[in-house]
């Protein structure tokens, strides 16, 4: 018989540091120098089995930034008597086991850590990196599912009990905590994100995964962004229901250079209406992620509005420049 696979939890908080003299000193591969990780590991049933909290001597900016050292009081003598990030972090690896889930408070800290992962050399966690960011699913199930709130916003609307200072890595992420003990674990689990810091570099690597309302489908890298609207996986609608290829009623369109909306019918399941998010990459490349989901006659309409609000634009400011 297989072991059964145990899954951990395990919600952190990084605090970094950055240049201290602004974009002029700082380096390009490192704009955020983690200084200090506070975890704790969950069991699946998401109680508490182990803490882990160090701080780290920055190698890259070994002065503080200031605003760093007002909102998290490091003292400067206690980073300088810690361990580096190499040391560190390779115990912080080891305590996170092989079978793990990372929960955050936003997108950030992941994109963060595997970059410092990458300065120093580490092994980058098996892409696609999927996680459960908190903040985004206290939006889905307290708000509009797109308001971001800082946690300390969050604690308070809750009315969780603030008696441990907030920015140090350690104390947020017990605040991360006790917000995600107020979700049913399902409203977690079934509202992971993927993380953007190891980008599909081809087209087996590509990322289509369906939620209980959309889609969403991360390309692989083009060298600009002209190839992205032009590739046919990235351009089709497929109904995320029946998995039918379905023909659109209105064709990708822009209102900028960075976003593409359209819109689909499906004869079985309705409307569906398109997103297509262009995002830079290193250099000219680019990525997209394509969202679809399902909409009612009045998401259809508002589609259509938008296409003719754009339109109505083109042709006056054409109707101006002659
Ligand atoms: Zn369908």
């Not at 092989?98 to 992962?117: A, H, I, K, P």
């Not at 250079?257 to 819109?263: A, E, F, I």
Request: include cysteine.
């Amino acid at each position: 018989m297989q072991a059964c696979k145990i899954m951990n939890y395990i919600v952190f908080d990084l605090e970094w540091n950055q240049s201290p003299t602004g974009k002029d000193g700082e380096h390009k591969e490192l704009p955020f120098e983690i200084i200090e990780i506070g975890a704790i590991k969950l069991d699946e049933n998401m109680n508490i089995i182990s803490e882990f909290c160090e701080t780290i001597r920055p190698q890259v900016y070994p002065q503080l930034h200031h605003i760093i050292s007002e909102l998290t009081h490091f003292d400067s003598e206690d980073l300088r008597l810690s361990r580096t990030f190499i040391e560190v972090f390779r115990d912080f690896r080891a305590w996170c086991g092989d079978d793990f889930m990372l929960c955050t408070w936003g997108s950030m800290d992941v994109t963060e850590l595997q970059r410092n992962m990458k300065f120093y050399n580490f092994d980058l966690f098996q892409a696609p990196v999927y996680y459960y960011d908190i903040q985004k699913i206290f939006s889905i199930v307290y708000e509009d599912r797109k308001t971001k709130r800082s946690l300390e916003w969050a604690i308070d609307y809750l009315k969780i009990d603030k008696n441990i200072n907030f920015h140090r890595a350690l104390s947020d992420t017990y605040y991360t905590y006790s917000v995600m003990k107020l979700f049913k674990q399902n409203d977690i689990t079934k509202n992971f994100s993927i993380d953007y810091f190891q980008k599909p570099q081809n087209r087996s690597e590509e990322i289509y995964v369906v939620y209980e309302t959309y889609s969403k489908f991360v390309s692989r890298e083009f060298e600009n962004k002209t190839y992205v609207l032009k590739d046919k996986r990235m351009n089709s609608t497929i109904c995320y229901k029946c998995g039918k290829k379905v023909r659109k009623k209105i064709r990708w369109f822009s209102d900028n250079s960075k976003t593409y909306y359209s819109l689909a019918c499906c004869d079985e399941h309705g409307w569906l209406k398109g997103k297509i998010k262009l995002k830079k990459s290193d250099g000219e490349k680019v990525f997209a992620v394509k969202v679809l989901s399902l909409t009612d006659d009045q998401g259809a309409d508002s589609i259509r509005q938008r296409q003719n609000a754009i339109r109505k634009k083109r042709r006056e400011k054409r109707a101006k420049a002659e």
